[in-house]
């Protein structure tokens, strides 16, 4: 599996907006349950954001070049990645930091046939610097990897139950969907996951499920197969 987490989830499990840095009790949590689903036997990927350090997007709109705004982004995913590494370590989990940019001091390079052998040893691998391209989203660089390795599904934790057919702060009536398609993802432009990901999703029949990360346990559930969140995928045919 692959699971793509933000970078807010490090230093809030809520993962509000107006979070910053890295909250070790939060990361603790984390890493133990991360350690409870690798004890099942799975091979496990993760791809962090770095929104609680720096976001590209948001460099830009202050007047940044988009290109070097986007460059300090993924050097912000680098540092949550080596937080995220040390931590489930000390939860006793092998784990693996490979890097899109070059930083051999702290980090492998990424290789794709090396994140393969290190997961079928039974390692944990984290992939860090986004795809080590500004222009796109660590969304995108989880669905690049996911394909990459083989995994059976990418698991996107969110600070919301799933996907809902309206804004859930906003409409109190809003219902939950347990299920939707990529297209209508797409034509609806939900904005939980970057559009480029979704569509690399759908031209390889990779599916996607949607979950609140700050529930304890449900990394755990979502592994085992619960039906928990909304899963994207397209409609089954009768």
Same mark, same amino acid.
Request: hydrophobic share 40%; glycine share 10%.
């Given at each position: 599996?692959?699971?793509? !987490?933000?970078?807010?989830?490090?230093?809030?499990?809520?993962?509000?907006? /107006?979070?910053? +840095?890295?909250?070790?009790?939060?990361?603790?949590?984390?890493?133990? /349950?991360?350690? /409870?689903?690798?004890?099942?036997?799975?091979?496990?990927? !993760?791809?962090?954001?770095?929104?609680?350090?720096?976001? +590209?997007?948001?460099?830009?709109?202050? +007047?940044?070049?988009?290109?070097?705004?986007?460059?300090?982004?993924?050097?912000?995913?680098?540092?949550?990645?080596?937080?995220?590494?040390?931590?489930?370590?000390?939860? @006793?989990?092998?784990?693996?930091?490979?890097?899109?940019?070059?930083?051999?001091?702290?980090?492998?390079?990424?290789?794709?046939?090396?994140?393969?052998?290190?997961? /079928?040893?039974?390692?944990?691998?984290?992939?860090?610097? @986004?795809? @080590?391209?500004?222009?796109?989203?660590?969304?995108?660089?989880?669905?690049?990897?996911?394909?990459?390795?083989?995994? %059976?599904?990418?698991?996107?934790?969110?600070?919301?139950?799933?996907?809902? %057919?309206?804004?859930?702060?906003?409409?109190?009536?809003?219902?939950? !969907?347990?299920?939707?398609?990529?297209?209508?993802?797409?034509?609806?432009?939900?904005?939980?996951?970057?559009?480029?990901?979704?569509?690399?999703?759908?031209?390889?029949?990779?599916?996607?499920?949607?979950?609140?990360?700050?529930?304890?346990?449900?990394?755990?559930?979502?592994?085992?197969? %619960?039906?928990?969140?909304?899963?994207?995928?397209?409609?089954?045919?009768?």
């Amino acid at each position: 599996m692959l699971l793509k !987490l933000s970078g807010e989830a490090l230093c809030n499990p809520e993962g509000t907006t /107006e979070a910053f +840095g890295i909250q070790p009790h939060t990361l603790k949590a984390i890493a133990q /349950e991360l350690s /409870e689903v690798h004890a099942l036997g799975v091979q496990l990927g !993760l791809v962090i954001g770095g929104g609680n350090i720096f976001r +590209g997007l948001k460099g830009s709109a202050a +007047g940044m070049d988009r290109a070097q705004s986007d460059y300090m982004g993924m050097l912000a995913t680098v540092i949550n990645s080596l937080a995220l590494q040390d931590a489930l370590e000390q939860c @006793g989990v092998p784990t693996r930091l490979m890097t899109a940019l070059e930083i051999r001091q702290v980090a492998e390079p990424y290789i794709r046939r090396r994140a393969i052998r290190h997961l /079928e040893k039974g390692r944990c691998v984290i992939f860090a610097a @986004g795809t @080590g391209n500004p222009y796109f989203s660590t969304d995108t660089a989880a669905a690049l990897r996911a394909m990459e390795i083989h995994a %059976d599904a990418l698991f996107k934790a969110t600070k919301v139950e799933g996907i809902y %057919d309206s804004d859930p702060i906003k409409n109190k009536d809003a219902v939950m !969907l347990p299920e939707l398609s990529y297209d209508r993802f797409l034509a609806d432009r939900i904005g939980v996951m970057d559009g480029t990901a979704v569509t690399l999703c759908r031209d390889n029949r990779l599916p996607i499920r949607v979950f609140k990360l700050s529930r304890k346990g449900n990394i755990g559930r979502v592994v085992r197969g %619960d039906e928990i969140g909304t899963v994207v995928r397209d409609p089954i045919k009768s």
